[in-house]
Nanobody
Framework: QVQLVESGGGLVQAGGSLRLSCAAS????????MGWFRQAPGKEREFVSG????????KYADSVKGRFTISRDNTKNMVWLQMNSLKPEDTGVYYC?????????????????WGQGTQVTVSS
Protein backbone atom coordinates (compact mmCIF):
# COMPACT_ATOMS: atom_id res chain seq x y z
CA GLN A 1 0.00 0.00 0.00
CA VAL A 2 1.04 3.55 -0.75
CA GLN A 3 -0.61 6.59 0.77
CA LEU A 4 -0.48 9.85 -1.16
CA VAL A 5 -1.30 13.30 0.17
CA GLU A 6 -1.39 16.34 -2.12
CA SER A 7 -1.00 19.94 -1.04
CA GLY A 8 -0.26 23.34 -2.50
CA GLY A 9 -3.44 24.07 -4.38
CA GLY A 10 -5.24 27.37 -4.16
CA LEU A 11 -6.64 30.38 -5.99
CA VAL A 12 -4.31 32.23 -8.34
CA GLN A 13 -4.71 34.78 -11.09
CA ALA A 14 -4.00 33.90 -14.69
CA GLY A 15 -0.29 34.11 -15.37
CA GLY A 16 0.58 33.16 -11.82
CA SER A 17 2.31 30.11 -10.41
CA LEU A 18 1.65 27.32 -7.96
CA ARG A 19 3.71 24.42 -6.75
CA LEU A 20 1.87 21.24 -5.90
CA SER A 21 3.39 18.69 -3.57
CA CYS A 22 2.64 15.02 -3.10
CA ALA A 23 3.91 13.24 -0.01
CA ALA A 24 4.08 9.46 -0.18
CA SER A 25 4.20 6.94 2.62
CA UNK A 26 4.08 3.20 2.84
CA UNK A 27 6.10 1.06 0.48
CA UNK A 28 9.40 2.09 -1.04
CA UNK A 29 8.70 5.26 -2.96
CA UNK A 30 11.40 4.65 -5.56
CA UNK A 31 9.54 1.55 -6.78
CA UNK A 32 6.79 3.71 -8.25
CA UNK A 33 6.46 5.84 -11.32
CA MET A 34 4.40 8.88 -10.39
CA GLY A 35 1.83 10.93 -12.20
CA TRP A 36 -0.27 14.04 -11.87
CA PHE A 37 -3.80 14.12 -13.23
CA ARG A 38 -6.50 16.75 -13.08
CA GLN A 39 -10.25 16.86 -13.30
CA ALA A 40 -12.23 19.94 -14.22
CA PRO A 41 -15.92 20.25 -13.33
CA GLY A 42 -18.02 18.14 -15.67
CA LYS A 43 -15.00 16.64 -17.38
CA GLU A 44 -13.10 13.41 -17.17
CA ARG A 45 -9.87 13.10 -15.25
CA GLU A 46 -6.92 13.70 -17.56
CA PHE A 47 -3.20 13.13 -17.54
CA VAL A 48 -1.05 16.16 -16.81
CA SER A 49 2.46 14.87 -16.21
CA GLY A 50 4.41 11.79 -15.17
CA UNK A 51 7.87 10.89 -13.96
CA UNK A 52 9.76 7.63 -13.95
CA UNK A 53 11.01 5.86 -10.82
CA UNK A 54 14.47 7.36 -11.09
CA UNK A 55 13.25 10.74 -12.27
CA UNK A 56 15.15 10.41 -15.52
CA UNK A 57 12.11 10.26 -17.76
CA UNK A 58 9.23 12.73 -17.74
CA LYS A 59 6.12 13.20 -19.84
CA TYR A 60 3.69 16.08 -20.19
CA ALA A 61 0.32 16.66 -21.74
CA ASP A 62 0.57 18.95 -24.74
CA SER A 63 -1.57 21.53 -22.96
CA VAL A 64 1.02 22.03 -20.19
CA LYS A 65 4.33 21.54 -22.00
CA GLY A 66 6.69 24.41 -21.38
CA ARG A 67 4.66 25.64 -18.41
CA PHE A 68 4.65 22.77 -15.93
CA THR A 69 7.60 20.85 -14.50
CA ILE A 70 7.44 17.59 -12.60
CA SER A 71 10.17 16.48 -10.22
CA ARG A 72 10.74 14.01 -7.42
CA ASP A 73 13.06 13.32 -4.54
CA ASN A 74 13.19 9.65 -3.58
CA THR A 75 15.06 10.41 -0.37
CA LYS A 76 12.14 12.56 0.79
CA ASN A 77 9.32 10.47 -0.71
CA MET A 78 8.07 13.57 -2.51
CA VAL A 79 6.93 14.54 -5.98
CA TRP A 80 6.17 18.09 -7.09
CA LEU A 81 4.43 19.81 -9.94
CA GLN A 82 5.63 23.34 -10.60
CA MET A 83 2.96 25.18 -12.55
CA ASN A 84 3.81 28.48 -14.22
CA SER A 85 1.90 30.78 -16.57
CA LEU A 86 -1.35 29.36 -15.29
CA LYS A 87 -4.48 29.70 -17.37
CA PRO A 88 -8.16 29.53 -16.39
CA GLU A 89 -8.39 26.21 -18.25
CA ASP A 90 -5.88 24.75 -15.77
CA THR A 91 -8.58 24.93 -13.10
CA GLY A 92 -9.51 21.61 -11.54
CA VAL A 93 -8.75 19.12 -8.83
CA TYR A 94 -5.21 17.83 -9.17
CA TYR A 95 -4.44 14.27 -8.17
CA CYS A 96 -1.18 12.52 -7.47
CA UNK A 97 -0.96 8.87 -8.49
CA UNK A 98 1.53 6.02 -8.14
CA UNK A 99 2.17 3.21 -10.61
CA UNK A 100 3.79 0.05 -9.31
CA UNK A 101 4.89 -1.55 -12.57
CA UNK A 102 6.50 -0.19 -15.68
CA UNK A 103 7.45 3.29 -16.68
CA UNK A 104 5.51 6.52 -16.91
CA UNK A 105 1.95 6.03 -18.13
CA UNK A 106 -0.69 8.45 -19.34
CA UNK A 107 -3.71 6.24 -18.73
CA UNK A 108 -5.64 6.41 -15.44
CA UNK A 109 -6.12 2.68 -15.21
CA UNK A 110 -2.35 2.09 -15.21
CA UNK A 111 -2.01 3.72 -11.79
CA UNK A 112 -2.52 1.77 -8.58
CA UNK A 113 -2.79 4.42 -5.87
CA TRP A 114 -4.35 7.85 -5.75
CA GLY A 115 -4.38 10.81 -3.43
CA GLN A 116 -7.47 12.77 -2.43
CA GLY A 117 -6.66 15.71 -4.67
CA THR A 118 -6.01 19.40 -4.22
CA GLN A 119 -8.08 22.17 -5.79
CA VAL A 120 -6.46 24.62 -8.20
CA THR A 121 -8.49 27.60 -9.33
CA VAL A 122 -7.14 30.06 -11.87
CA SER A 123 -9.09 33.28 -12.24
CA SER A 124 -9.08 35.33 -15.43
Amino acid sequence: QVQLVESGGGLVQAGGSLRLSCAASGRTFSWYAMGWFRQAPGKEREFVSGISRSGGNTKYADSVKGRFTISRDNTKNMVWLQMNSLKPEDTGVYYCAARGLGNVAQVLSEYDYWGQGTQVTVSS
